[in-house]
């Protein structure tokens, strides 16, 4: 089985549309991530091979054994907001535990003003869930202190997942490469009274809504955006890198419960390919998004323009 080549891509991804509202791609992090089986503790051998004509190397470095990924943000402008989906890792954050994401110093704010958006005009922040790589430009170091980088935005945080992450709860579960990150990214929106606690069903401006997800994390969250007839999905870490299009199965180490993810992976993607969704994940490299089709006992992408 193969998927469609890969058609040149637009590195900045701008200009895509989806009824009338438009969607651009804010890089934080473009590159070599984990090793294949350090992300996918399952993943054989034999499965890049089968898949190796369309997933090297634009998604897999054979040589080093690295995923290729991206972290980025989804900019979604409506006729009436200016929403940020996902705050990938942020600046002067102290992560210990990865030193991709430790004590960086990132231009991700200029890109952000020349997609057209300065922080000021943000309305919406939705964090599909709380981990480092989501929630980092959620706030900013400023004379010390962190505050939001977005000051006249409503954070929408799902309940579940502030309640998965409260540091503060008796049953807290910690995590090592979530340290620091509720009180450094999170405790300060609340704080300023900028964050709307939410439940799935939330719709933002009649085109956005929060969906279950779980399973990555008790709270994770998808986005559905519906407008002029067309139907985007963002995705966050349902799924992680596009292997897991043929294998489904395979499930990253950073999920909370594999087994639930899993079916809310199997799930996620058969209505993908059932509703042609536009399928809009965190961590794919480029092209960065894609629709899904079903093949054999997966998926397999088509890439778009090809
Ligand atoms: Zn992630």
Not at 193 to 214: M, N, S, Y
Not at 236 to 246: E, M, T
Request: glycine content about 8%.
């Amino acid at each position: 089985m193969t998927a469609h080549p890969l058609p040149a891509f637009d590195p900045g991804l701008r200009g895509l549309r989806v009824g009338d509202v438009s969607i651009t791609r804010i890089e934080d992090y473009h590159g070599p991530g984990l090793t294949g089986t350090g992300m996918f503790p399952a993943l054989l051998p034999d499965m890049w091979e089968a898949q190796r004509d369309w997933l090297v190397p634009h998604f897999y470095d054979p040589q080093s054994s690295r995923l290729r990924t991206s972290i980025h943000s989804w900019l979604v402008v409506t006729p009436h907001h200016k929403i940020l989906i996902d705050c990938c890792i942020g600046n002067h954050k102290n992560r210990p535990s990865d030193p991709r994401f430790h004590m960086r110093d990132e231009p991700w704010l200029q890109r952000l003003a020349a997609a057209g958006a300065h922080p000021d005009e943000i309305d919406f922040v939705m964090c599909t869930h709380f981990h480092a790589d989501h929630v980092g430009w959620n706030t900013c170091l400023r004379d010390g202190r962190w505050v939001p980088t977005f000051r006249n935005a409503r954070y929408l945080f799902k309940r579940a997942e502030f309640d998965r992450w409260d540091e503060r709860r008796p049953d807290h579960v910690p995590r090592e490469s979530q340290r620091f990150v509720f009180a450094d990214s999170i405790l300060p929106v609340v704080e300023s009274g900028q964050a709307v606690l939410i439940d799935d069903g939330h719709v933002v401006d009649d085109r956005l809504t929060v969906e279950p997800a779980p399973g990555h994390t008790a709270g994770n969250a998808t986005i559905r955006l519906r407008a002029g007839g067309d139907q985007a999905l963002f995705s966050g870490d349902v799924i992680h890198h596009p292997i897991q299009l043929p294998y489904p199965a395979l499930c990253s180490i950073f999920d909370d419960d594999p087994v639930v993810g899993l079916q809310t992976r199997l799930d996620l993607l058969a209505a993908a390919a059932q509703d042609g969704l536009l399928l809009l994940p965190t961590h794919f490299a480029a092209p960065f998004h894609c629709r899904v089709r079903a093949a054999g006992a997966g998926f397999l992408p088509s890439w778009p323009g090809a």
